[in-house]
T-cell receptor, first 111, second 116 residues
Framework: AQTVTQSQPEMSVQEAETVTLSCTYD???????LFWYKQPPSRQMILVIR??????QNATENRFSVNFQKAAKSFSLKISDSQLGDAAMYFC????????FGAGTRLTVKP | KAGVTQTPRYLIKTRGQQVTLSCSPI?????VSWYQQTPGQGLQFLFE???????NKGNFPGRFSGRQFSNSRSEMNVSTLELGDSALYLC???????????????FGPGTRLLVL
């Protein structure tokens, strides 16, 4: 079974600084999709970024970028120029006909 | 476009009762998935519906069921409620053109269920 591991239950970053959230996954598949979702206190899950496994180029969305290492089965999220509004739970998710989420990383942004 | 909507937003039930939750997907989306989120188990996939048919199912007991209507709206039903069913139930929709989960899913605000 595919599993997703987020080894950092909590992270903290100073406003305007950069932070990296880690995610590893376990799969025997070669074609799959990876996501980072953000869940603020409102509990609404918001898509941050998506990566297709067949693409070698790392996905980027404004201040958010990923470091996708397929061989290492690693999918980390980098948030640049952190803002107070980035404070939330961040979930890494894997899917290939079976959606799996990590346990989440709670990000705190200090002013 | 309007986002995914879920009703009701909050619900209190007692053990043994049943409950029905509703989800309206984004216009044009044909796939609806349901998730349960609890502090202990995290986010867990319940099932996915596409074109009124259950296309994929997670590892939950038969007390959890769902259906999808011709307008893509979906309902989830939990019968014989247990204390452990207290959770945030999230619905997500996607276009449904690809296989299950090959597309980005857009989540609703969730229904918070408390079982007493």
């Amino acid at each position: 079974a595919q599993t997703v591991t987020q080894s950092q239950p909590e992270m903290s970053v100073q406003e305007a600084e950069t932070v990296t959230l880690s995610c590893t996954y376990d799969t025997s598949e070669s074609d799959y999709y990876l996501f980072w979702y953000k869940q603020p206190p409102s509990r609404q899950m918001i898509l941050v970024i998506r990566q297709e496994a067949y693409k070698q180029q790392n996905a980027t969305e404004n201040r958010f970028s990923v470091n996708f290492q397929k061989a290492a089965k690693s999918f980390s999220l980098k948030i640049s120029d952190s803002q107070l509004g980035d404070a939330a739970m961040y979930f890494c998710a894997y899917n290939n006909n079976d959606m799996r989420f990590g346990a989440g990383t709670r990000l705190t942004v200090k002013p | 476009k309007a986002g995914v909507t879920q009703t009701p937003r909050y619900l209190i039930k007692t053990r043994g009762q049943q409950v029905t939750l509703s989800c309206s997907p984004i216009s044009g989306h044909r796939s609806v998935s349901w998730y349960q989120q609890t502090p202990g188990q995290g986010l867990q996939f319940l099932f996915e519906y596409f074109s009124e048919t259950q296309r994929n199912k997670g590892n939950f007991p038969g007390r959890f069921s769902g259906r999808q209507f011709s307008n893509s709206r979906s309902e989830m039903n939990v019968s014989t409620l247990e204390l452990g069913d207290s959770a945030l139930y999230l619905c997500a929709s996607s276009l449904g053109r690809g296989g299950t989960f090959q597309e980005t899913q857009y989540f609703g605000p969730g229904t918070r269920l408390l079982v007493l």
